[in-house]
C-alpha cells in the first residue's frame, strides 16, 4: 500500500510540476499559473 501511495505522489507531481505543455508555450502548468498570478498582482506600467 506504501509504494502504490508514494507512486501516486510521485506522478502527480510529475503531472503538476515536470510535464511540458505545448499550448502554453512548453512550461509545466505550475509554472503557466505562477506567471499568470505574477501578472495579476504587477502594477500597470504607464507609457
Known amino acids: ?22 499550448p502554453i508555450g512548453n512550461m509545466p502548468p505550475a509554472e503557466a499559473e505562477a506567471r499568470y498570478y505574477a501578472q495579476i498582482e504587477a502594477p500597470a506600467l504607464a507609457a
Open 1 to 22: 500500500m506504501e509504494a502504490v501511495e508514494f507512486a501516486t505522489l510521485e506522478w502527480v507531481d510529475w503531472y503538476n510540476n515536470r510535464r511540458l505543455l505545448e
